[in-house]
């Protein structure tokens, strides 16, 4: 899965700019943009000014907040010198991201305070996309967003909207700006970044409905893998998550993960979840290593961060894996990280109720409860 933010930032900046151009000699002082409080100026230096924003977030690798800079437009600046503006920082927007590193990230507050790259990308195109139409409903005219463009924002930073016929008046109506049939008029919406979690070896990436997509076809999600990654166990569950997200039923922090080492950045397994907790709140974890990276505590140690996390959401009482009676190495990666064996009667309820395979152990770890 080449990595396109570069690519994706010039077309969406250059899509903007042929609206903007074709609209210079219009009003775009007193009139509104669409549905916003701002003018169509405002907008557009809007634009110009989010891509800068986030070229210095990913360059800066800011951390902790913005980095405290801004721009400003030269007095008497018109309109074909800010469309200059808006070129200018989508080329710089562009050129950082194709120089930054896969394993970059940098603050950015939603929902989880970092975003990587492809996130970056993402708000970078969604802003450029959306306002572009912000402008061209306030000077009434038309503007169509590239399609596929409006399929990556989608399946990078809108994991839980579930995909529907038209990607770009899917995105419209998901930012509450258009109607989509069957669905309610969204009058608030937040993009969401994936979710990262770090261990003392590792860290545990959440994965996107994109990357997921690519995973499940053969690809490599976007990861640098261990030699002989990544294990099909990992693809299945990709697959699972791209059904859950066809669906509109995927829920990112009961998604998957890849494991990525510290150390080099390479990819080693996957671990995740079959899906959000049922109304017991339970909820079935899986995991796998690629072979070289096996026999190294570096599944119970993802197994540990993971369980740990999400049984601080007040959604999972108690997680479960559900083994082979043959696997001893993953039994014993369960125990190490705080899961016991199922009573008799809970594996029985699993046989019967979920039509468990009898030749699978339960293991199970409770959440604690506040006075434990």
């Known amino acids: 899965m080449r990595h396109m933010g570069g690519e994706r930032v010039t077309e969406a900046v250059a899509s903007c700019v042929a609206l903007l151009r ?62 200059q503006v808006v070129e200018t920082t989508g080329a710089l927007f562009s050129a950082t991201l194709r120089t930054t590193p896969r394993e970059v990230r940098a603050f950015h507050p939603y929902p989880f305070r970092s975003a990587n790259r492809d996130g970056f990308a993402a708000m970078g195109i969604a802003e450029v996309l959306l306002h572009t139409h912000d402008i061209a409903e306030g000077l009434g005219l038309a503007y169509e967003a590239p399609a596929e463009l409006a399929e990556f924002v989608l399946t990078t930073i809108f994991p839980c909207v579930r995909p529907g016929p038209d990607h770009w008046r899917t995105l419209l109506w998901a930012t509450g700006r258009g109607e989509l049939p069957g669905r309610a008029p969204l009058t608030e919406w937040r993009w969401h970044n994936n979710l990262v979690l770090p261990t003392d070896r590792l860290t545990l990436q959440g994965v996107t409905p994109a990357a997921a997509t690519d995973l499940h076809t053969g690809g490599d999600g976007g990861f640098e893998w261990v030699d002989g990654g990544p294990f099909q166990g990992t693809r299945d569950a990709a697959g699972m998550m791209v059904k859950a997200y066809g669906e509109g039923v995927h829920r990112p922090e009961w998604g998957l993960f890849v494991l990525v080492r510290r150390e080099d950045g390479r990819a080693i397994g996957g671990i995740g979840f079959h899906g959000v907790p049922d109304d017991e709140g339970l909820a079935e974890v899986g995991y796998d290593l690629t072979e070289a990276a096996r026999g190294q505590g570096y599944a119970t140690e993802a197994l540990r961060a993971l369980s740990a996390h999400s049984l601080s959401h007040d959604e999972a009482q108690a997680l479960i894996a559900a083994i082979h009676e043959d696997n001893a190495p993953s039994q014993g990666v369960a125990a190490r990280a705080g899961y016991a064996r199922a009573t008799v009667e809970e594996e029985r309820a699993a046989y019967e109720k979920h039509d468990m395979d009898r030749e699978l152990r339960l293991y199970v770890r409770r959440r604690r409860s506040a006075t434990a």
């Open 22 to 83: 074709s609209a210079a000699d219009r009003d775009w002082e007193t009139v509104r943009a669409g549905r916003l409080e701002w003018s169509c100026h405002q907008t557009a230096f809007h634009i110009a000014e989010d891509l800068i924003a986030y070229a210095g977030q990913l360059a800066g690798r800011a951390q902790d907040t913005y980095v405290p800079f801004e721009i400003t437009l030269d007095e008497g600046t018109d309109h074909e010198g800010l469309i």
